[in-house]
């Protein structure tokens, strides 16, 4: 696909540094690219510079954590302005939160006999790319596998790390709410992130869907990575039905895992599309 409004680097839990996604991009015949880390802006000025050289159209973007009754929701925001107050308050407590919460995360897996987590994520993270922000889910499950505390990613995730497992410490994020009025007061486009991926009912979903909407939520991201057809569809049908626009994205976080750059089904042809707000281009999606 020439647009992609979603994937991450090294500034969140990516394998590849800004520049390499970029360059990724670029090689993969992706013409606008939205890098939208979780819960930072520290990739988008290597990501720029290296668009720029490279004749890619780079779009700000940005994966926020938040919380709607109960759990972790991610709402994508686009082409806000990067110094807004609101946008650098919420991602400076954000930043705070993250690191107590790899702090806690770092307890819970101590008391169960596994030391040293939060050290051992903090390196495989730094192997990867130099970085500020705390380590995250990932990055602990990574250093899980090394030290032999599970047998692979996968297991990290169902045993310890996954949604409503001890290490998935969420009391640090805020709400959706107050999330919708930070993207908005810094003049943000914002989508709902996969829907899909949440443990939810058809009938919670379109709760989710319903709150979004009333929090100020400009588009559903009807398609990413390898979702499946059947489950764009239907994203697209609850995007039409709440007068909501398509957003669409790979969410890479690396070479030979669940996604590839510039990868991911098309939104049906009859639905309004987001991006064409966010790129001066006017390119077909596919
Ligand atoms: P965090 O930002 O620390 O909450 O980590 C969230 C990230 O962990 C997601 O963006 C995925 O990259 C990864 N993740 C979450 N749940 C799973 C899972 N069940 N299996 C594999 N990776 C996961
Ligand atoms: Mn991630
Ligand atoms: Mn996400
Ligand atoms: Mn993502």
Redesign the pocket.
Known sequence: MYVDLHC?STA??GMLTPAGVVTRAHERGVGVLALTD??TLDGLPEARACAAALGIELVDGI?L?CTWAGA?I?VLGYGFAPDAPALQRAIAALHEG?WA?SEEIDRRLAAKGMPGCLEGARMVQQERGESGNAP???HF?EFMVRAGFVKD??QA??RW???GKLG?VKQHWPTLESTLDTLRDSGASISLAHPCHYDFTRTKRRKLVAAFVEGGGHALEVSNGPQVDSQVGMLANLAREFGLLASAGSDF?GPRQWSELGSYRAPPADVALLWPRLTRQEHPIA
């Open positions: 991450h969140s839990d979780h819960d994966e954590s972790t991610h993250r919460r995250s889910r990932p499950a990613h996968a995730f169902q790390l996954g949604a998935d976080h």
